[in-house]
Nanobody
Framework: VQLVESGGGLVQPGGSLRLSCVASGFSFRTSAMYWYRQAPGKQREWVALISSGGNTNAADSVKGRFTISRDKAKNTVHLQMNSLKLEATAVYYC??????WGQGTRVTVSS
């Protein structure tokens, strides 16, 4: 199993970023996928999930601003992040339940 995140970077408050996670080594089509994040000095927290059938859910802190989606043809899950706040600064990880994590991509929100 391999999960490779990309798309992180430095963005100003109010800006947008789109994260991607390319998956391989398992049946992506039949797996739910999750995004988590870990801010400096804090525990890793759940951000959003998408089921194999495309149902989605997101943490209250990001609901309405972050959108998770998946492209089964490209074995990729995305996290579109809009209206970014300073507290979104973190390393973002994708997870294939329950134990397979990517290496993370760093998002820094700063003016």
């Amino acid at each position: 199993v391999q999960l490779v995140e990309s798309g992180g970077g430095l963005v100003q408050p109010g800006g947008s970023l789109r994260l991607s996670c390319v998956a391989s080594g398992f049946s992506f089509r039949t797996s739910a996928m999750y995004w988590y994040r870990q801010a400096p000095g804090k525990q890793r927290e759940w951000v959003a999930l998408i089921s194999s059938g495309g149902n989605t859910n997101a943490a209250d802190s990001v609901k309405g601003r972050f959108t998770i989606s998946r492209d089964k043809a490209k074995n990729t899950v995305h996290l579109q992040m809009n209206s970014l706040k300073l507290e979104a600064t973190a390393v973002y990880y994708c997870l294939r339940p329950t134990t397979y994590w990517g290496q993370g991509t760093r998002v820094t929100v700063s003016s």
